[in-house]
């Protein structure tokens, strides 16, 4: 008899990993000893706003940085018993779109405008699976129709501008699913898309997550779509962790002043309307100023306290799977 | 008691755009008030219609039918030399922060045109005022002779509304102003743009996709599909009793910020008509759960449902 | 009241324009800097030697003719026995400037018929973009040797007909250029704010949408001076062009080739001054090309 599967061994695990990038003023560390580590079948959300570091953690998982300007100088991910940010070029590709397949914001950008959908589906599955040509054909027709395209037989001849922004949307997914990938890393996948749409397209990544055991990391801006599908959370700013929960507790009794004041600042569809939000003033950081000498977040704390200024806090837990950034115990905060 | 002529009037606008692979029909049939001093919402996902419904009330578009009265005077397709002294009274603010702004120009000059283009201060007196409307809109003056590429999102969109501000307008069309702002971003300018409003006594006619965004910014809402009015309400009212099967929809798929809530999501089949061939009758019932064959054969009026709220469905009256 | 966002203190009040962020980029690229180094000197030696040092390209010296370079002349003469420094430096003089009015007159003429037909689009484009297809079809050196021919008389030693008919040529990619980069414009959200605002088309095609073309047209400019150079030298070649350039100096020197003396160096001097300034030219077109790349736009 098994006992049920625990958090005992991640399925991906990422520790201390930290990026730069050479730009005209400078090296940015976009991305500052980052740690997280995700179960099987699990769906871990980044959360943070723009220039926080979240795709970028995404792009050094899988070995995508631009080059020359981009690479990572610190960290160890874990997956499959080996650390890829040692692996080569050639052991990366068999993982890619195989084991970790990604799904992106625009599928306009990311599908080729001159093949057929036909086309670049059965590239993947002969590439990685060794099918052949008919049998490529025949995974991905299956594929597209589990993901709601009607007439997928047909269909799959289209170019994908023929497609609708929510069906090019299912056409990415197919295509990261091919392979049965042990995780998906889902970037802003609907953020780009109406509510409605959106809405079928979170349900189908529910639906395939519980039918295959696939592990999710879904990076967003959105707390609405974070608290919908998300198991757990990690909240990020200037680059680094600042909060790590399950999402439950994380909407209940958010531990760091930025997760506080994030999910003050959203309009609700219900209770108080009208009135101010509670906006965060200023504006984040910059990272191409070297190493933190305080609390990243201290400018735009209200928080603060003289502790933060003697210089960056370290993630500290607070219970099980609990982490923040902040010198504050939880009872302190307001 | 009669009730005072609202600023804004629209009357059965109907927008037709011609392409290549037919007519869209972008606006088919839209009728709303704008009261002096209050907020309109209008809500509706891609090809609902309701930013062509806004370029068409500034001038940007030739309806092909309908009437749309400015303070009383009527503008529907009139020519430039009629809506040139309107000008001054309605302005707009752009969705793109970064394609809002002429990139060779600096935030001084950007704001500082509008006052040129009218005569409204003498020369000399032009950077005061832009000083003045950088400080209304909580930029600092200093900045005005910086470059639009040198700010953020945040600031260009509040650059923008100093803009719009300078002609001292009465009726501001937002046209998702802080959809593509950062959550903490966008309360900035949300709080900004109702400051904006108690004080200057503006009136708004709010365009967003975001329901949370509408609801938190609008007296009353209207909810457009395919280039048609489907649903107004005061905004309590619309949230909290939405009576048409697509906003009900609509509102039970905006994910909220609250897990475990339970609720019921109301799932749309398929994907929008289009809006070249949309369908007979009732442009939604394509997707609508509760479609019947009445639905196929006429279009719904719009038929009070509540105090102040229509609805056009065939269920409802 | 809203906070006002946290300045950065350390930067100026003044912004940086694009054109001065231009610039910096600009400045980081060696192989663009030293083209444009190399510009400087050339055209400095070219316009400010003669005049300085009293030479004179057309002093014939039957007695000298035809000696390699080294003592008195530098560069040796040419059969004639001119001073081939000076020739060369005087003939640089020419297609330079040629180079430089022809791109010019270009410019002016494809930036404005470009930004109308753009701006006004449906069939006053239709109709302006029409003619310039009909004058594509045209195969340019007929144009340019019809031109020249017509013009045969005036064109001795007067280079303006060479610079009208180089630039009648060239016009003709500026103006496509310059269309499709103001269509792009035209519906732009601040071309639209601005028409929003009440301000005229005048006002609009001159100080919305001409700025923001003129990073394309400067590029292209660049790049059209190299061309037009060419097409001076080969015209000279044909013995259609004008009296001293460096093309007419190559046409002169191939025309002296025998089989017992070569005059190798009648050859070196001109063809070195064509290569090294127009890859001069080329690579600050590049330059400025990557310089003025809007990827700036964060």
């Given at each position: ?38 179960g ?33 100088v ?88 023929q ?42 990544l529910a639906?395939l ?67 101010r ?31 933060c ?26 | ?9 629209v009357r ?22 704008l ?64 394609a ?40 600092d003056?200093s ?31 937002l ?7 950062d ?5 900035q ?16 006619l ?65 994907e ?46 | ?71 008195e ?52 484009d ?35 007909p ?69 097409l ?67």
């Amino acid at each position: 008899m098994h006992p049920a599967p625990s958090r005992a061994e991640p399925v991906l695990e990422v520790k201390g990993l930290t990026t730069e990038f050479v730009t005209d003023g400078g090296v940015v560390r976009a991305v500052d000893g980052v740690s997280f580590s995700l179960g099987r079948g699990e769906v871990l959300g980044l959360v943070g706003e723009s220039g926080c570091g979240k795709s970028v953690t995404n792009l050094s998982i899988l070995g995508l940085l631009p080059r020359p300007q981009g690479r990572v100088v610190a960290g160890e991910v874990r997956f499959g018993g080996r650390d890829l940010l040692q692996a080569s070029e050639a052991e990366m590709r068999a993982v890619r779109g195989n084991r970790i397949a990604m799904v992106f914001q625009d599928p306009m950008t990311c599908l080729n405008p001159y093949l057929t959908v036909e086309e670049q589906l059965a590239e993947v599955g002969q590439l990685h699976l060794r099918l052949s040509r008919a049998s490529a054909v025949e995974r991905a027709v299956s594929l597209l129709t589990r993901v709601g395209i009607p007439d997928a037989a047909l269909r799959i001849r289209a170019y994908p501008h023929q497609f609708s922004g929510g069906m090019r949307q299912r056409v990415m997914i197919a295509m990261a699913l091919l392979c049965d990938p042990d995780v998906l890393v889902a970037d802003e996948p609907t953020t780009a898309l109406d509510v409605t749409i959106q809405a079928q397209i979170l349900d189908l990544l529910a639906d395939l997550r519980r039918e295959r055991g696939m592990a999710v990391i879904l990076v967003t801006h959105d707390l609405g779509v974070v608290a919908g599908c998300c198991d757990r959370v990690v909240v990020m700013y200037a680059g680094r962790v600042v909060e790590e929960a399950a999402t439950g507790p994380l909407f209940a009794q958010p531990m760091h002043p930025y997760t506080q004041a994030l999910l003050a600042s959203v309009p609700r569809l219900s209770g108080a309307a009208h009135g101010r939000l509670a906006s965060i003033g200023g504006l984040p950081p910059r990272l191409d100023r070297g190493p933190f000498r305080a609390c990243a977040f201290l400018p735009r704390c209200s928080q603060r306290r003289a502790a933060c200024e003697a210089g960056e806090p370290a993630l500290q837990g607070r219970g099980t799977g609990r982490w923040s950034r902040c010198v504050l115990q939880p009872g302190e905060l307001a | 008691m009669s009730a005072a002529e609202p600023l804004l009037s629209v009357r059965d606008l109907r927008v037709h755009v011609p392409l290549e692979g037919g007519t869209v029909r972008a606006v088919d049939g839209v009728s709303f008030d704008l009261p002096g001093g209050s907020t309109l919402g209008l809500v509706g996902e891609s090809g609902s219609g309701k930013s062509t419904v806004a370029r068409t009330v500034v001038g940007l578009n030739r309806p092909v039918a309908g009437s749309i009265r400015l303070a009383g005077q009527e503008i529907a397709g009139a020519a430039e030399r009629v809506l040139a002294p309107l000008r001054r009274h309605v302005q707009m603010v752009f969705q793109d922060p970064y394609a809002s702004l002429n990139p060779r120009m600096t935030v001084a000059s950007a704001v500082a045109e509008p006052l040129h283009i009218h005569g409204l201060v003498p020369a000399a007196g032009a950077d005061a005022e832009v000083c003045r409307l950088l400080e209304l809109v909580g930029l600092d003056p200093s900045m005005r002779r910086r470059y639009p590429h040198e700010f953020s999102g945040g600031p260009r969109q509040r650059i923008g509304i100093a803009r719009a501000l300078a002609v001292q307008p009465r009726l501001l069309l937002l046209d998702e102003p802080v959809s593509a702002l950062d959550v903490s971003v966008q309360a900035q300018v949300l709080n900004l743009l109702e400051d904006l409003k108690a004080r200057l006594g503006l009136t708004y006619l709010f365009i967003a996709h975001n329901l949370a965004v509408v609801r938190h910014v609008s007296d009353r809402v209207a909810v457009l599909y395919l280039g048609r009015i489907v649903e107004v309400a005061s905004r309590d009212d619309l949230y909290a009793q939405p009576q048409h099967p697509y906003t009900q929809a609509l509102l039970s798929a905006v994910p909220v910020a609250e897990p475990g809530r339970p609720r019921t999501r109301l799932a749309l089949k398929g994907e929008p008509a289009s809006p070249i061939t949309p369908p007979s009758g009732c442009v939604f019932r394509t997707r609508c759960p509760q479609a019947v064959a009445v639905c196929a054969e006429q279009v719904p009026a719009l038929r009070p449902v509540g105090a102040g709220h229509v609805s056009a469905c065939h269920w409802h009256g | 009241m809203s906070a006002a966002p946290a300045s950065t203190s350390s930067l100026p009040e003044a912004g940086t324009s694009l054109g001065a962020d231009a610039w910096r980029r600009m400045r980081r690229n060696r192989v663009a800097m030293a083209g444009l180094v190399v510009l400087v000197l050339v055209s400095l030696a070219c316009f400010l030697l003669p005049p300085l040092m009293g030479m004179d390209p057309q002093a014939v010296d039957a007695r000298r003719g035809a000696q390699p370079p080294g003592g008195e002349h530098l560069l040796g003469t040419d059969t004639l026995g001119r001073d081939y420094l000076a020739r060369v430096l005087v003939g640089g003089q020419t297609s330079l400037l040629v180079g430089l009015v022809a791109t010019l007159v270009c410019v002016l003429i494809g930036t404005l018929y470009g930004a109308t037909a753009g701006y006004y689009g449906g069939r006053v484009d239709e109709l302006m973009m029409r003619f310039v297809d009909f004058l594509y079809g045209i195969p340019y050196m007929f144009l340019v040797v019809l031109i020249m021919l017509l013009f045969e008389d005036e064109a001795r030693g007067n280079p303006l007909p060479v610079f009208l008919a180089l630039g009648a040529v060239q016009w003709l990619s500026m103006a496509r250029i310059v269309r499709g980069q103001v269509l792009a414009l035209r519906h732009q959200e601040f071309v639209l704010a601005a028409r929003l605002t009440g301000a005229s088309d005048t006002r609009i095609i001159l100080r919305h949408i001409l700025p923001n073309v003129l990073g394309i047209v400067i590029i292209y400019a660049t790049l059209t001076v190299p061309a037009v150079i060419i097409l001076e030298s080969f015209l000279s070649f044909l013995g259609l062009g004008v009296d001293l350039s460096w093309g007419r100096l190559v046409a002169e020197a191939v025309a002296v080739i025998n089989p017992i003396r070569s005059y190798g160096w009648l050859l070196l001097w001109p063809s070195l001054a064509l290569a090294l300034t127009l890859f001069s030219l080329n690579f600050v077109g590049d330059g400025l090309r990557d310089a003025f790349d809007p990827r700036s736009r964060r």
